[in-house]
């Protein structure tokens, strides 16, 4: 690793805490068993509108116990106006089973056993692992994985390696707030689409010129993102 890379990162992290000095977590729970609801319900949906259904549901179904008592049908019909619902209502109601059957109705602080959940993926386990239990994790997310190859801090062909890559970087201690920090800075200053690099306060020193040049070319928009390879869920 060059020092030139590590200085860059310094830079960013720098610009990112001057930003955002507090990190809330975007999507609303009490405890592990909602944030993981929570987070496996906003795949391919905004996390304003996962917090619009969630209180009705989390009202009716606190814990696994009352998810599995609601039944798949009626998670649908809480869940329904959010993408992929049906299967997502599946999961949630098979997940709930197997927190009981498996982990005595908790939400287990293990990856291995959080990735074996329906529905659960790489990314889904990680964030519940540092949002819910404070484990050092940098999940991934398409915020995180276009900004890191605008910034030139990973190659960012894939999820798997961008989280590698910025591991590498950024000490593990600084990994849950990062992660949080990059996706509000994606939000509001770092678009996928229309993004005026000269204007943005990191892309303006740290953007690579030969990659604003790449975007510009490879897509419908203008600045589309490099493609993101998704590891399947169960």
């Not at 993926?121 to 276009?146: C, E, M, W, Y």
Request: aromatic share 6%; hydrophobic share 45%; proline share 8%.
């Amino acid at each position: 690793m060059s020092a030139a890379l590590q200085a860059k990162a310094a830079r960013v992290q720098q610009t990112l805490d001057a930003l955002y000095p507090s990190t809330p977590v975007p999507l609303d729970h009490s405890d592990p068993f909602t944030l993981l609801v929570a987070v496996l319900l906003s795949a391919q949906t905004t996390d304003k509108k996962v917090n619009e259904v969630t209180p009705a549901l989390f009202a009716a179904a606190p814990g696994p116990s009352e998810m599995v008592a609601l039944g798949e049908a009626a998670i649908l019909a809480y869940i329904q106006a959010i993408g992929l619902a049906p299967t997502k209502a599946k999961h949630i109601a098979r997940l709930s089973a197997l927190l009981l059957e498996r982990h005595g109705g908790q939400v287990p602080d293990d990856e291995a056993a959080l990735e074996a959940l329906p529905g659960v993926g790489h990314k889904t386990a990680s964030v519940v692992l540092s949002q819910a239990f404070g484990r050092p994790a940098f999940p991934v997310d398409t915020h995180i994985h276009r900004l890191a190859w605008r910034w030139g801090l990973s190659e960012a062909r894939t999820v798997v390696q961008t989280e590698a890559d910025l591991k590498a970087l950024f000490p593990a201690a600084r990994w849950n707030d990062l992660h949080l920090q990059i996706i509000f800075f994606g939000r509001e200053h770092c678009p996928a689409q229309r993004h005026d690099w000269a204007a943005c306060p990191i892309c303006a020193w740290a953007g690579l010129p030969e990659r604003e040049v790449e975007e510009r070319a490879s897509g419908v928009h203008p600045t589309r993102a490099p493609r993101v390879k998704v590891r399947k869920t169960p």
